[in-house]
């Protein structure tokens, strides 16, 4: 690793380099504090637009997107109690009553600062914990992968969706629709209806944009006539440094809502809006005084925005060492990593190791970068938040899925897929159906059948298919992972019913 820390840091500093982490971050910026716009849509919109980047110019301008629009959401949330990203719903908690009782500044203030810290914190897990585990992912086999990925479906499907059944049908729709094209190990091809453009399976790219962009667009017409009172504010003098020490003066806030973030990132499926609850929820507990929460406490949004933004690298964690996003952003950017032909695992440390340490330590400046953009631009991203009209906006965004669906192999079959898939998931919104769940269903699928007929085969060899999945110990670890997930909330349901009889 030490070998190329000096390098990626030179690697940053390149004017190139600079330029789209500094793009990354203010459109980042921009993205998340228009309400109806995500992390997740921008990235999936750009993504295709990355594939004719050298690998580590489309990285670090992704990477920038994401820590910029996590960030973002805390202005609409602050100033018209609407979360730009889910993300900020815990810091509309306190950051609106706040604005309320004229300290919107002092709110901006802090959750600006409390991003920084968060976000520096969750890149120094990234760098330490990655490289390690990355190496432990050598010892994974067909078995093992195989485990792998029902762990990571069972979690995001329970986590990412209202309804657990309504998770799990999702995962499966997503497998489902993996298995479309030629088998991987036999050969076979499969549900392609005589269709050739079939054969090569479902495009990756062209489906997240359609499940995470279109369904957005639409969400987007419906609230057309939708307006929004913000909250005027003006800066004031020492601010940055009253906020400054009152967060000095509360280390373990700032440092247990990082570690929650971290942790809830590294889980996958959980995402920014359950790290945000979750340190929400532990700040007041911890609180020696609760009841001043919901009511324009500094302490309810450095808590929210020092979580959400230390989740960000937290979940690049599992993504950049076994190959499971730890959000939904994180799903998306693995399509970029793939469409690189670099995949998740010990090779991203040994023979893409320039370009994944470049993008790591280019996560350090672009939360760094969050301090200036984020505090001197409010008045400008405030104003965005009410003058870019819907005619305007949800066309261009249709115009750049269909630019980007179109442009990976120059197939017009890619739009139709996309737009295929965004009905299907503006339909499975209304219906309750979360887009996560199907999205790693179709990330997760070929991974899953190559694990699961390559174990079949060494087990027929082995003269025991049995002792090949259910007696390996990375196996037997992941399936008791694989379980307990699954059966948690059940669990936690019925241990909520006995509490309360």
């Known amino acids: 690793m030490q070998t190329y820390v000096w390098s990626s840091i030179f690697n940053i500093f390149q004017p190139i380099n600079l330029m789209f982490i500094i793009l990354g971050v203010g459109s980042g910026i921009i993205v998340g504090a228009l309400p109806g716009l995500t992390a997740t849509m921008a990235i999936a919109l750009l993504v295709p637009f990355t594939f004719a980047m050298a690998p580590t110019h489309g990285l670090v301008l992704l990477g920038g997107i994401y820590v910029g629009a996590i960030y973002g ?32 500044y002092r709110a901006i203030v802090a959750a600006t600062i409390s991003s920084v810290i968060g976000g520096l914190i969750g890149v120094f897990f990234l760098i330490f914990l990655s490289p390690p585990l990355s190496r432990a992912s050598l010892k994974f086999g067909p078995p093992e992968f195989f485990w792998l990925t029902a762990f990571g479906l ?19 729709f997503g497998l489902l629709v993996s298995t479309i094209g030629i088998s ?14 079939l054969q090569g399976g479902i495009g990756l790219i062209p489906a997240l944009i359609g499940f995470f962009c279109i369904p957005e667009v639409l969400g987007m017409i419906e609230r057309k006539g939708k307006h929004y009172n913000v909250i005027s504010y003006r800066t004031q003098k020492n601010i940055i440094k009253n906020v400054l ?29 359950i790290a945000g609850l979750v340190s929400y929820n532990e700040a007041v507990r911890a609180s020696k005084h609760p009841q001043k929460f919901g009511r324009g406490i500094i302490d309810g949004v450095i808590a929210s925005e020092t979580s959400n933004n ?20 994180a799903a998306v950017l693995l399509g970029a990593l793939l469409l690189q032909g670099m995949r998740p695992g010990a090779d991203l440390f040994t023979v893409h190791a320039s370009v994944t340490y470049t993008f790591i330590f280019s996560l350090i400046l672009s939360n760094i970068l ?44 890619d739009v139709y897929v996309m737009l295929f898939f965004g009905l ?15 999205v790693l269903g179709i990330i997760l699928g070929k991974i899953c059948e190559q694990g699961l007929v390559q174990s079949i085969l060494m ?21 008791f992972l694989t379980i307990t997930s699954a059966g948690w909330p059940l669990i936690r349901k019925y241990l909520g019913g006995t509490k309360k009889r």
Do not use: Q, W
């Not at 989740?311 to 996003?325: Q, Y």
């Not at 630019?403 to 120059?410: D, L, P, R, V």
């Open 73 to 104: 959401g805390c202005f609409s949330a602050i100033l018209i109690n609407t979360p730009g990203t889910p993300s900020a719903i815990a810091t509309t908690f306190d950051g609106y009553p706040m604005a309320k009782k004229g300290e919107a």
């Open 154 to 172: 069972t979690i995001i499907a329970t986590l990412a969706s209202k309804s657990i059944l309504k998770g799990l049908i999702g995962g499966a």
């Open 184 to 197: 991987p190990i036999g050969g076979s091809v499969r549900f392609t209806f005589g269709t050739v453009s």
């Open 245 to 273: 020490l009152k967060l000095l003066k509360k280390p373990i806030l700032v440092l247990r809502s990082a570690i929650i973030g971290t942790i809830v990132g590294i889980i996958p499926g959980a995402g920014g809006n």
């Open 310 to 329: 230390a989740e960000v690298s937290g979940s690049l964690i599992p993504l950049l060492t076994l190959g499971i996003p730890g959000a939904p952003p």
């Open 370 to 413: 969050i301090l200036p953009m984020g505090i001197y631009s409010g008045k400008l991203v405030s104003k965005l938040i009410t003058n870019i009209p819907v005619a305007f906006l949800a066309p261009l965004v249709v115009f750049l899925t269909i630019i980007g669906s179109f442009s990976i192999h120059n197939n017009i079959f």
């Open 424 to 438: 299907i998931g503006y339909v499975g919104k209304k219906a309750g159906f979360g887009p996560g769940p199907i």
């Open 459 to 479: 087990g027929k060899a082995a003269g025991s298919i049995f002792k090949i999945f259910f007696t390996r110990p990375i196996s037997l670890i992941l399936i």
